[in-house]
């Protein structure tokens, strides 16, 4: 078996990762013709135009806001805004390319250098360098009969912007390639630039990879691995590459440049292609396309201002300003849809008394602990959250009112009124209930007077019974104990 290199042999060599990363960005139109960007919600082919054909006479004109998020993202990664960049041509053929070249950036990319950051499993912030990000447009895509006698090519995705980030040669382990990769969807996805879903092939990652002798400062031959398309496989496909390499290296093999492909069903990487160099696609500059300078588009102090922190950086903010647990802010700053709820259900609560801190890690938890909140759209889940972080209702009521909104199509406030699941606060009200309880138990009150305080749960168990689930838990505890003293 190919993995069954020693433990002892694989400790003595290093793996060099370097990672590129293709992300579609979800502007209305296409990168270069007004074509709807609708790679999939449309028939074939129905968003095309002769420029998207690659028709002879077409003329391509910039999509701005294109190049206008490109900036922003600039920000947020702390690279450096180009002043003045340029289109070049990168010349291949293959039938999704119709024009034969790909308007790409290739010395001039509109941002250098940055860097992403996030948190290793040991909570030690990771910092990886970028070389590079640049715009360049997508393919179409191939669709191969079943009887592999033929091919159907739909152009609806030719010409989408695609965004390249390509990073320093820095990573050295495979789980952390991942996180990399997580943490950049997160930050594309929060500016809402980009949908990024790996499974749909928005976002589509490759792991350059070698590997070293510990100590050596030379870098080994590189393998080129693509169609990684979930996370989990550019964690298994690298982890199995680094041990290919350094066995095939302890076998006295010679390992070739090259790029290979993941094969699912084996859990293997496989050889496509020996790898291209730069010569081979003649890159020369876009003779249609003006050159772009981004200071005389936008007022970039202003951008520079709106810069987002890192995700990590953001949940220690969370965590300051909000005093939630550092778990729940990290959930918040990973997960798109978590840190949707979160903004919306802060806004405008940049100063929260310690009152509305509690009542948010209440709503906090309401989203966190319930995966049935999730089905709801985010003004609902705010809604909710915040009908159990005031007391409204119940948590154990959380479930009920969920299926209400969905089944009702009602809203969460409109649930609670029609249904009457209003929580009983009303302390007298409690207090009655109480007494009665603890009148019909002697024997329990007996018990927990002997410092048996199992007994406890049952009284409060017997006081929400009498109001029908509805009493505030809270508030039945605390009167409990007050009589019970
Ligand atoms: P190419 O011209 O083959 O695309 P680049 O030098 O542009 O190669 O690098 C592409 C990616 O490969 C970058 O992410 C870079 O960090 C990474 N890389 C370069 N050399 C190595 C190496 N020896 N091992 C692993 N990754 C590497
Ligand atoms: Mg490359
Ligand atoms: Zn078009």
């Not at 191969?144 to 820095?170: F, I, K």
């Not at 790898?275 to 003006?290: I, M, V, W």
Request: one cysteine or more; glycine letters at 6%.
């Amino acid at each position: 078996m190919l993995l069954a290199t020693h433990y002892m042999t694989t400790k003595n060599y290093e793996a060099v990762i370097g990672m590129e990363i293709h992300a579609e960005l979800a502007t209305k139109t296409k990168m270069f013709c007004s074509c709807l960007n609708a790679p999939f919600e449309s028939e074939p082919n129905a968003n095309t135009c002769p420029l998207c054909m690659g028709m002879p006479g077409t003329l391509p004109v910039i999509n701005t806001q294109a190049v206008e998020w490109t900036v922003d993202l600039g920000y947020d990664l702390g690279s450096t805004v180009a002043e003045f960049t340029k289109w070049d041509r990168k010349n291949y053929y293959y039938p999704d390319l119709p024009k034969g070249y790909q308007i790409s950036q290739y010395d001039l990319p509109l941002l250098e250098g940055g860097a992403i950051e996030f948190k290793d499993s040991t909570g030690e912030v990771k910092r990886i360098e970028l070389t590079r990000v640049h715009l360049e447009e997508d393919t179409g895509k191939l669709v191969h009969a079943a009887d592999n006698q033929s091919s159907l090519v739909d152009y609806n995705r030719a010409g989408v912007p695609l965004l390249e980030l390509v990073t320093e040669p820095v990573i050295h382990d495979a789980e952390t390639a991942k996180k990399f990769c997580q943490t950049y969807q997160f930050i594309l996805q929060r500016r809402g630039i980009a949908r990024a879903s790996m499974e749909k092939g928005e976002m589509r990652c490759e792991a350059n990879i070698s590997v070293r002798p510990v100590g050596s400062k030379e870098f080994g031959t590189k393998v080129e691995v693509k169609n990684l398309n979930s996370f989990r496989v550019v964690e298994r496909a690298i982890k199995y590459e680094i041990e290919r390499q350094i066995e095939a290296l302890e076998n006295g093999e010679e390992l070739v440049q090259e790029t290979r492909g993941w094969d699912e069903v084996k859990q293997k990487t496989f050889s496509q292609r020996k790898k291209e160099t730069a010569a081979d696609y003649r890159y020369f500059p876009e003779p249609d396309l003006p050159p772009v300078t981004p200071s005389s588009l936008w007022d970039l102090a202003t951008k520079a201002r709106d810069v987002r922190p890192m995700p990590h950086a953001e949940a220690a903010e969370i965590v300051s300003q909000y005093g939630l647990a550092q778990d729940v802010a990290e959930m918040f700053t990973s997960d798109l849809d978590a840190y949707g709820f979160w903004t919306e259900l802060v806004t405008e609560l940049a100063e929260p008394t310690d009152q509305q801190k509690e009542q948010l890690k209440i709503a906090a938890s309401t989203y966190v602990n319930n995966d049935a909140v999730r089905v709801l759209n985010t003004p609902q889940q705010v809604e909710l959250a915040g009908l159990v972080a005031l007391g409204t209702i119940s948590k154990s009521q959380i479930r009920e009112v969920v299926t209400a909104v969905v089944e009702k199509g009602l809203e969460p406030a409109e649930v609670v009124e029609t249904l009457g699941l209003k929580q009983m606060s009303d302390e007298s009200a409690i207090e009655q209930l109480v007494d009665e309880v603890l009148g019909e138990n002697a024997d329990a009150v007996e018990k927990i007077k002997g410092g048996d305080n199992k007994a406890i749960g049952f009284l409060v168990g017997q006081v929400m019974r009498k109001a029908q689930g509805k009493a505030n838990p809270g508030v039945v505890n605390k009167i409990l104990k007050e009589k019970l003293e």
